[in-house]
């Protein structure tokens, strides 16, 4: 049966009713709605309409908009009505089956450190250690715990061989047309942008617009630029538009407003439920002892030890990493990821559903560290900044460490990469392939990471409202390929992967 063309529209509709119908701002619209019935300007002839006005009026309406367009942003648009549901997380078969595997590999590797160590998943904290936890959880960095029996569950470099190994089993070897002559390591034949297409999706990076972080330096008198921008900037916030916002900080975010903006952007207000829920998940980390929270100790202490930007937030690390590791509403993220919760079953009954228990939303520690760090430069205040990362985590970060065919999805990264790459440095590409240093080999490090650790703080913190302002991760895959650009002369001159890297 044909789609009628507004039936996409309607279902769009109606799942954002049916999301919006059980959040606080349902309520809170409801409480408003009521209290204005006793409002004199409210008559009863036109009741309907004189609450409409005064929803609109009292900035109601706006808040609507604003989740409604967070809506959008988030979840994928709905398939057509007879497809199958798999086909929301991941349409391509072959993605959902190495997804699969790939995951089945991380938790083989966890239940085996289990046993290696002998100590269980997950247990409940005595008394004394949950009442220790609770009085050090502002200063957890002091603690030195012996951790040297725990090893990462997997390096980039494992990723990527997975990755690598990805074929369609629908084309047989050699004979993808179009896709012969790609030289790279990705050997998946899905569709990237090319330059004209990337010119016209990122208009706003034009070399004739300004940007800021490059058009407010020295050269340039800052009132020209810089001033007109901050004070368009202090209007878009002031309409507590989220759209808006959007699209204001495709051109870079002035740093006294950013915090705000993203949070508007993400739709997050923090409001006294909020502050309430991230107490819950306190609570949970005090009174269960898992066994990622060594993974994840272990990961802060490398990560901040080694940096001297990150070490004076290694106490937000933890708290922000460990809530996150219980927390199931991220778990919903799984409906439009290609990914599935790990899940892990009480001792002794393994395979049996009412004894399986989610582990850990998200297993891939290695990842996490870094994403986490720069936001502690915006937000201080736990409860907002562990939403802001939450919300970050599932619109984007999730993409770098699952195998999908999204366009934000790391496959397609590193394809967009590889392509722009050799189409447009082709004797770059050929001469490094040549010397056994694959240009991916160096880059994936920096996509998987989001350029986090790798770029300077206010650097990094200017790409991620790029992020933000196009709702994709694509622009990771530009910037990598433009270092290799900017570096080219000198790349032509090396003879080993360690001499490019």
């Known amino acids: 049966a044909m789609l009628e063309p507004d039936s996409g529209l309607s279902l769009t509709i109606a799942r954002i009713v049916q999301r919006l119908k059980g959040s606080s701002l349902h309520s809170q619209l409801e409480r408003q709605a009521r209290v204005s019935l006793h409002k004199p300007e409210i008559k009863l002839e036109s009741l309907k309409e004189d609450i409409k006005d005064f929803l609109k009026t009292s900035g109601w309406e706006k808040k609507l908009q604003n989740a409604v367009y967070s809506e959008l942003n988030v979840f994928p648009s709905p398939c057509h009505p007879a497809a199958p549901p798999e086909h929301m997380k991941e349409p391509l078969a072959y993605m959902r089956k190495a997804q699969g595997s790939w995951e089945k590999r991380i938790l083989k590797s966890l239940n085996s450190m289990c046993t290696e160590l002998s100590i269980p998943l997950a247990q409940k904290r005595p008394v004394s250690e949950q009442k220790e936890l609770l009085n050090k959880w502002n200063e957890m960095g002091t603690d030195e715990p012996d951790l040297s029996l725990f090893r990462p569950v997997y390096a980039p470099k494992d990723f990527l061989e997975v990755l690598m ?41 034009g070399l004739n617009i300004g940007q800021l ?47 705000d903006l993203w949070a508007l952007i993400l739709n997050i207000s923090n409001q006294p439920e909020d502050i309430l829920y991230y107490e819950q ?72 559903e009412e004894y399986a228990v989610f582990y850990p939303p998200n297993v891939n520690y290695k990842f996490f560290m870094l994403p986490v760090a720069p936001l502690c430069f915006l937000y201080h205040e736990p409860s907002k900044l562990y939403q802001i990362f939450r919300e970050m985590y599932v619109r984007f970060f999730f993409r770098l460490h699952s195998i999908s065919s999204h366009p934000s999805g790391i496959v397609s990264l590193c394809l967009l990469f590889e392509t722009l790459l050799q189409t447009h440095l082709p004797q770059l590409f050929y001469h490094l392939r040549e010397i056994g240093a694959q240009p991916l080999r160096i880059s994936f490090k920096w996509m998987v990471r989001a350029f986090s650790g790798y770029l300077a703080t206010d650097q990094l913190l200017l790409l991620w409202d790029r992020i933000l302002g196009y709702n994709s991760l694509e622009i990771l895959a530009v910037l990598a390929a433009a270092v290799f650009a900017f570096r080219a002369v000198n790349l032509m001159e090396v003879t080993s992967l360690a001499a490019a890297e």
């Open 213 to 259: 972080g490059i058009d407010d330096s020295a050269q340039v008198p800052p009132e020209f630029f810089e001033n007109e921008y901050v004070r368009v900037g202090q209007k878009v916030l002031a309409e507590q538009d989220s759209a808006a916002a959007q699209q204001y900080v495709r051109q870079g975010c002035p740093t006294a407003l950013r915090a």
């Open 281 to 352: 998940l306190k609570s949970n980390v005090i009174q269960h002892d898992l066994l990622v929270d060594s993974l994840i100790y272990k990961d802060v202490k490398l990560t901040a030890s080694n940096d001297d930007y990150y070490f004076v937030f290694e106490d937000y690390l933890y708290q922000v990493l460990l809530c996150f590791s219980r927390d199931t509403s991220v778990l919903e993220h799984f409906t439009y990821s290609s990914a599935t919760p790990p899940k892990s079953y009480i001792q002794g009954k393994l395979g049996i």
């Open 165 to 205: 190994n990805l074929r369609n089993p629908n084309y047989e070897n050699g004979e993808q047309p179009s896709f012969r002559n790609h030289l790279g390591l990705i050997q998946v034949p899905l569709k990237v942008k090319d330059i004209p297409e990337l010119k016209e999706d990122f208009s706003e990076l």
